[in-house]
């Protein structure tokens, strides 16, 4: 038996990501997703859920399968949505804040997952090529952080 979804209630994927931040600098990716100019805009690391996991061990999943190590999970920053997606099913997007477990240990970064990573300063935030949301939240972030 179909399950009716009524039209007033959204279904949408949840994606989560983080902001990585060090020496007064914030780490921004870009992946390999060519939908878009997706793989031209630079992003914050994190992924989407799989069905059954619980946030933040799916958000942790993530990072350490895009950059190799472990991270605590901080308070959320941003909460927004998106209409573009591969799948054309909408994307519900968290923020979060979060902290390298070992600061010491490099990141191992997937090539399969990501093209190019940065660390992003103040003076970059202009001229950068990502998403108005990020952008948004990376404006905030330099000017109660300077």
């Known amino acids: 038996m179909a399950i009716e979804i009524p039209e007033e209630l ?3 994927n949840v994606g989560q990501k ?4 060090k020496d007064g600098k914030v780490f921004m990716c870009r992946g390999r997703v060519e939908y878009h100019d997706m793989d031209k805009r630079w992003d914050f690391p994190g992924g989407r859920m799989h069905i059954g996991e619980e946030p933040i061990p799916a958000l942790k999943r993530e990072l350490k399968e895009e950059l190799g ?3 605590e999970i901080g308070k959320p920053l941003l909460a927004c949505m998106t209409y573009e997606t591969p799948s054309n099913v909408p ?5 979060f804040e979060a902290q390298q477990s070992n600061p010491d240990e490099e990141f191992k970064i997937a090539d399969d997952e990501l093209q190019e990573v940065r660390w992003v300063g103040p003076e970059d935030v202009a001229g950068l090529t990502t998403w108005e949301d990020w952008r948004v ?3 905030d972030y330099f000017r109660t952080h300077a």
Do not use: E, Q, W
């Open 137 to 139: 939240l990376l404006t």
């Open 10 to 12: 959204l279904v949408a």
């Open 91 to 95: 994307r519900y997007y968290v923020v």
């Open 69 to 71: 190590v472990n991270f």
């Open 18 to 21: 983080v902001l990585i931040v």
